[in-house]
Each structure stands twice: as C-alpha cells, then as structure tokens.
C-alpha cells in the first residue's frame, strides 16, 4: 500500500507549517479513518516536519514503509 496524502505548505509557503491537503481514497492514510484534509502534521515516526520546506517533507515522507507515527494537529472543518 501507498500511503496517500497530498500535502500544503512548508517553511517555503506562506502556510509555514505541513499540512495534510488531501487523503486519497483507498490508501493506507485512508484506510487508517484518523487522517484528515487540514490536519497539520508536527511529525512522522520522531522526525518533526517544523521547519522544513515543502520538498523536504515530501522526500520524508516517500522515505516511510510499513507502520507509521503521526502527530497531528486536527482542526474540525478545516480544508486546504
């Protein structure tokens, strides 16, 4: 399985922070149900996504496989 998020944002945007834009149906993201559009992501498996740039946090998270740490931050009704 893929994990299935599209993401906003990064030290390089005018966002700052790493958020979750997207959750793609029928990916592992989506089939975990506790992943969700605007949840911001203050890190995956002990590496923090504070201050990184867009294209660092997506080389992260290309690098993860089999279970996998979010901490988020979810904000109820909040889309990107």
Known sequence: DYLGLTIAGGKDTCFDKIFIKSVIPNSSAAKSRKL????MILSVDGFSLQNVSHSEAIQYLK???GLIRFIIISCPGTLI
Do not use: N, P
């Open 63 to 65: 690098t993860t496989s």
């Open 36 to 39: 969700k559009s605007g949840d």
